[in-house]
């Protein structure tokens, strides 16, 4: 409850607006009843009987649109600013702000959902004071855009973070949009999205040129657009254009992500492995701010750290590289294949970094060697990580390994004769005088 209290927002209504009932979740809203002024519910199915009377309860016709219904419930609110969440929506408090904001300065809603192991991220404004003229346009697609020009609004740089499990414009029909004369500018961005995903890039194209061509635009909206068209671009092996383009996109806001990854993918097909690691770079120094672009996308983190290692491998910034991958073990617990160690361990004798070499090699055959199970290959690559820490000057591992190795296998030529080299680099000349008389 003491949580509760520290994030109370009593100068806010919240509407929860329920495409299905099934989205009705109980624990959900009687948290928010305790974080809002009052919850509100709006939902095409009847009121179920175990909702508190409390709790106010908008039927929604079929054939109702939701801009009318968001209009209607902002109006009808009891305070002057209103939060609307859709379906399985969960807000996120972190940077929710404190106090009643000025009427004149908007906090835009970031919404982000997973899937394919990337981050989409939309931009909508879902915090709204009321007006005494209508605030939301469109049909499905509630659009703010008009209100917020006509009347000098500014938007926070700081967004409302609310996650959920789908895309917020999945279900938008831009057929059904474009018949109201007021419908949301976004729509281009959501038609260009689909025809994106479905290959179509000149038609994908046409759409974001034709909102770049409208004057009165949020600056997240003709971020999309730009960004959506230098997909495009990229995508139909336009280089130069896309490359053009999101360098204006970057030089406008640099706190986005999609331009990063659409100059990294292009240098990367390139073969420029410098110019793709820093675009790849710059990505990941600002993985974890908010993007100030709408239609967003971002990678995961170890996905990213993987590209990294490798491009700075292929532009030959080893110690780079080994500052990845050791980031990226970290990051994954230690809970790594085989192959991986192995590209640790090298990088780790490459840069001459005694420690960790011996962490990795310990990682990778401690087992083996507590019970005694090597197989031929494994013997091999331990003989090959041995000569790569010869030829380092660590000779008092290699000799402490080897004098273990053939303690336990006496009759064993091969571990004799590299205890015998390891012995003289030691300068235990007797005793490798010793073992040279054994083989005799």
């Known amino acids: 409850m003491e949580n509760n209290k520290a994030k109370f927002k009593g100068w806010i209504d919240l509407v929860v607006y329920l495409t299905d009932i099934k989205y009705l979740n109980r624990k959900q809203i009687a948290e928010w009843e305790t974080i809002f002024n009052s919850v509100t519910i709006a939902c095409t199915e009847e009121k179920p009987h175990d909702i508190s009377e409390n709790i106010p309860w908008r039927s929604i016709a079929k054939n109702e649109q939701r801009s009318d219904v968001w209009n209607e419930l902002l109006d009808s609110s009891e305070k002057n600013w209103v939060l609307f969440v859709e379906d399985d929506e969960v807000i996120r408090f972190n940077d929710f702000p404190e106090e009643a904001v000025h009427e004149k300065q908007w906090s835009p809603a970031l919404i982000i959902h997973s899937h394919s192991e990337k981050l989409y991220q939309h931009y ?34 700081m967004p409302i ?119 790849l770079n710059k990505y990941y120094e600002r993985i974890e701010l908010y993007s100030r672009a709408n239609f ?29 991958l050791n980031e990226l073990f970290t990051i994954k617990n230690g809970e790594v294949d085989r192959a991986f160690l192995q590209k640790l361990f090298v990088l780790s004798v490459e840069l001459s970094d005694y420690n960790k070499s011996v962490f990795f090699f310990d990682k990778m055959f401690d087992k083996a060697l507590t019970k005694g199970s090597m197989d031929e290959q494994m013997r091999e690559e331990l003989n090959d990580y041995m000569a790569m820490f010869m030829q380092k000057e660590w000779y008092d591992f290699a000799y402490n390994l080897y004098r273990e190795l053939y303690n336990e296998h006496p009759h ?20 490798a005088q010793k073992l040279v008389s054994k083989v005799a």
């Open 296 to 324: 967003d996308v971002k990678i995961g983190e170890e996905e990213t750290l993987m590209n990294l290692a490798d491009l700075a491998l292929k532009a030959g910034l080893r110690s780079e590289a080994s500052g990845f």
């Open 412 to 431: 064993d030529d091969e571990y004799r004769r590299r205890l015998i080299v390891a012995s003289v680099k030691t300068n235990r000349v007797e005793q």
């Open 124 to 157: 909508q404004i879902r915090l709204v004071h009321k007006a005494e003229t209508r605030v939301f346009e469109g049909k499905n697609l509630p659009d703010c855009t008009r209100h917020i020009i006509n009347n000098g609004i500014e938007l926070s740089s």
């Open 161 to 279: 973070l609310i996650e959920r499990g789908g895309s917020p414009v999945i279900e938008v029909d831009p057929s059904d949009e474009l018949t109201m004369q007021s419908y949301s500018p976004q729509l281009y961005l959501v038609q260009g999205d689909q025809y994106f995903k479905q290959g179509k890039y000149v038609h994908a194209s046409a759409q974001y040129r034709q909102l770049l061509k409208t004057k009165r635009l949020l600056p997240f909206d003709r971020l999309g657009a730009v960004n959506g068209l230098a997909s495009c671009l990229a995508e139909q092996y336009k280089w130069p254009q896309a490359l053009s383009l999101v360098q204006t996109s970057i030089e406008a806001e640099p706190f986005q992500s999609l331009p990063y990854l659409i100059q990294f993918k292009i240098y990367q097909l390139q073969k420029n492995w410098h110019e793709a690691y820093q675009s």
